[in-house]
Each structure stands twice: as structure tokens, then as C-alpha cells.
T-cell receptor, first 112, second 112 residues
């Protein structure tokens, strides 16, 4: 069945270093969403990418959607302690569906 | 802002008990979801509902049922709780297809 994998599972960085998490789907996605979950919290929507090759920025966060629409990445420049949390990607199963499959998540720790 | 409220933050139940997890959203969203979150497995979809009294199975529906009698309320029912259902349960709502998921704070269920 359709799978969405994320790597790495964990990442520890020094404050100020960059961080990247990668998301890979076994099938083509019509769109991809990214969520952040702070420790003890719930997932919060960050962004949605729809177009092949799309790049979007939110301050220090850069999101990319692959040309084949099967992979995506989230890059954080100069991490801060407020970036701590787990980052999930999610893609719909098929088209026109409400069933979003979540990746396994990347847990980021930032050392001050 | 969308508010999704889950009735309990923590629950402890015994094996074999019938368990009800309640979720209410205040934004008149058509679509509501129940996910469970386990370490290393990400979020997995149990059931979702796209209208009152309408439901569809997600990826892991075994051992669970749902009820949606009113648009704003979506209940997850564990017919006979088992220890492998110990998990974090997250309710979410979505306005339309391909719009963001809005999550509640989660219910951490322990079955002993």
C-alpha cells in the first residue's frame, strides 16, 4: 500500500546550525502538507505544497515539493530553541480524498 | 481560529471496558477524523466522517467504531479495550478536501 517515509527519525543540532528533513512517498501526491508538533502538544499545520517543483518560504523555513511530486523537504536555517519538536509530512491517499497519510516524523532537538 | 476540543486529556481504563472518546469542533467543518499516534509510527488514521451519520474506515479500524450524530461531534468507541490500544488519540477536523487538518490536544489513553 501507499507509504510515506521520513528521514531522519531524530536529529540533534546545535543552535544556529541548519536542519533538513526529507519526506518520500511511494506514490505521486496531489499535494503535501507539513505539520509541527511541539513536545506535549498536537500537530499544527505549517504549509501545503501543490505544484511540481514548488518552493515556499516561511521566515527561516523553506519547503520544497519534488518535480515528480513524490518527495518533499523542509529546511530550517539557523535553528533556534523554538524550533524543537516533531515535523510531519502528510499526503492524501489518492486524489480527491480526505484520507491523509502521515510520515513517521522527524524529531528535532536543538542544543543551546 | 478553529477549536477542536477533546473531552479528556488522560484516561486510564481496564481491559475489556467500553471506552468513549469525545471530540467537538466549533467551525462547522464537514469532515472529522480520529488518528492514533505511537512512537516511531507517526499518525495513523482510524476512522473519518464526511457528514453526519456518514463514516469511512481508515487504515487501522479494527477494534474501534465511531459515531457522528451531530455535525460538531465525533466520538471514537473502543468496544472492548485492550492493552494494545494504549496510545495517544488525536481528533481532527477539516473544512474541505485538501485544506489543513485542525487537531485537538489529544487524549492519552492507558489500558491496564
Amino acid at each position: 500500500g501507499q507509504q510515506v517515509m521520513q528521514i531522519p527519525q531524530y536529529q540533534h543540532v546545535q543552535e544556529g546550525e541548519d536542519f533538513t528533513t526529507y519526506c518520500n512517498s511511494s506514490t505521486t501526491l496531489s499535494n503535501i502538507q507539513w505539520y509541527k508538533q511541539r513536545p506535549g502538544g498536537h500537530p499544527v499545520f505549517l504549509i501545503q505544497l501543490v505544484k511540481s517543483g514548488e518552493v515556499k518560504k516561511q521566515k527561516r523555513l523553506t519547503f520544497q515539493f519534488g518535480e515528480a511530486k513524490k518527495n518533499s523537504s523542509l529546511h530550517i536555517t539557523a535553528t533556534q530553541t523554538t524550533d524543537v519538536g516533531t515535523y510531519f509530512c502528510a499526503g492524501p491517499r489518492g486524489s480527491g480524498t480526505y484520507k491523509y497519510i502521515f510520515g513517521t516524523g522527524t524529531r528535532l532537538k536543538v542544543l543551546a | 481560529d478553529v477549536k477542536v476540543t477533546q473531552s479528556s486529556r488522560y484516561l486510564v481504563k481496564r481491559t475489556g471496558e467500553k471506552v468513549f472518546l469525545e471530540c467537538v469542533q466549533d467551525m462547522d467543518h464537514e469532515n472529522m477524523f480520529w488518528y492514533r499516534q505511537d512512537p516511531g509510527l507517526g499518525l495513523r488514521l482510524i476512522y473519518f466522517s464526511y457528514d453526519v451519520k456518514m463514516k469511512e474506515k481508515g487504515d487501522i479500524p479494527e477494534g474501534y467504531s465511531v459515531s457522528r450524530e451531530k455535525k460538531e461531534r465525533f466520538s471514537l468507541i473502543l468496544e472492548s479495550a485492550s492493552t494494545n490500544q494504549t496510545s495517544m488519540y488525536l481528533c481532527a477536523s477539516m473544512r474541505t478536501n485538501n485544506s489543513p487538518l485542525h487537531f485537538g490536544n489529544g487524549t492519552r489513553l492507558t489500558v491496564t
